[in-house]
């Protein structure tokens, strides 16, 4: 009887045990699985704003200047929009950056001449007013001085004195130390950072035409471009004072700007070698020392 008694209790006991984990279990947080996928997952790295598919040409913007702010080929953007050689654009075109329908490059047409009713009195002839006595005109003479030629005239006159086509011979643009270099695909590091002082000698890597000079690209501060084949640009940015302007033949070493300060506060030459449009490592052309 005692034993029957026992296995009652310890019956009851176990039941009581079994529902109050139940209730706990119940209540009780979800247990982590290291193994899941959830575990695992990485935040992806912020993606990098896309290039529009058009844009509107600014006051002084040329096809150098617009493809060196997207990372394009000025010959690609030029095919894309039907663009010849010297490749002229005016403000207010629209561009497509991107492969795709073709948009004119003529400027929209202009309103007809407004025509004022005629003032003459039917019947009567009007009388003419006696001629003036007209001095000889004045034959200018032409000229190709860069200061009486639009920009794109001067970059294809400069094109013709100067071989694209030639072997590039790199050389360091100013003297100074290595503070940061080119890293691919960070869109903070397209070149180098070389560091001096203000007002240092900046000079052209290598020979070339000016195809850019000003500061309407934002980040760059003053800002020289400089075409040296098809397929080779460099570019200088944070000059104090640029000293040549587009449309100019420069010789490898000649002096072309003086050093200025970064957004940084620092001073220093941001250097920048484009390939085909592209970023690429400056380190990779120059000589070593």
């Known amino acids: 009887m005692s034993i029957q008694i026992d ?30 996928d959830q575990s695992t997952l990485k935040i992806a790295p912020k993606e990098r704003a896309l290039r529009p598919e058009s844009y509107i040409v600014s006051s002084g913007e040329s096809l150098y200047s617009i493809g060196f702010k997207y990372g394009l080929d000025y010959q690609q953007i030029a095919n894309w929009n039907n663009i010849k ?29 407004v025509v004022k009713p005629s003032t003459k009195t039917p019947g009567k002839k009007p009388t003419k007013a ?4 007209t001095k000889p005109a004045l034959v200018k003479k032409e000229t190709t001085d860069s200061n009486t030629t639009s920009p794109p005239q001067r970059q294809a006159a400069a094109s013709k004195r100067f071989d694209s086509s030639r072997k590039v011979r790199w050389q360091w643009p100013t003297n100074g130390e290595v ?14 950072d070389i560091a ?5 000698s900046i000079r052209a890597a290598a020979s070339g035409v000016v195809v850019y000079s ?6 760059y501060g003053e800002l020289i471009i400089i075409k040296h084949s098809e397929k080779y640009l460099s570019a200088y940015a944070y000059n104090r004072k640029r000293l040549v302007t587009e449309g100019t033949t420069v010789q490898a070493g000649q002096k072309i700007a003086e050093m200025g300060q970064g957004v940084d506060g620092r001073v220093k030459l941001h250097f920048e070698i484009r390939v085909n449009g592209k970023p690429g490592n400056p380190q990779q052309y120059l000589p070593r020392r």
Do not use: M
């Open 196 to 200: 001096g002082r203000d007002g240092q």
């Open 7 to 36: 296995i009652r209790l310890l019956a009851v006991l176990f039941l009581s045990l079994f529902w109050l984990s139940a209730c706990s279990n119940r209540w009780a947080a979800p247990i982590e699985d290291r193994n899941s």
């Open 130 to 133: 006696p001629a003036k006595p």
């Open 179 to 192: 503070i940061k270099t080119y890293l691919a695909n960070d869109p903070a590091r397209k070149g180098i």
């Open 85 to 113: 050689a010297p490749y002229r654009i005016y403000p207010g075109q629209k561009l497509h950056l991107k492969a795709g329908q073709v948009v004119s490059t003529k400027p929209l047409p202009r309103k007809p001449p």
């Open 214 to 219: 000003g500061n309407g690209l934002l980040g």
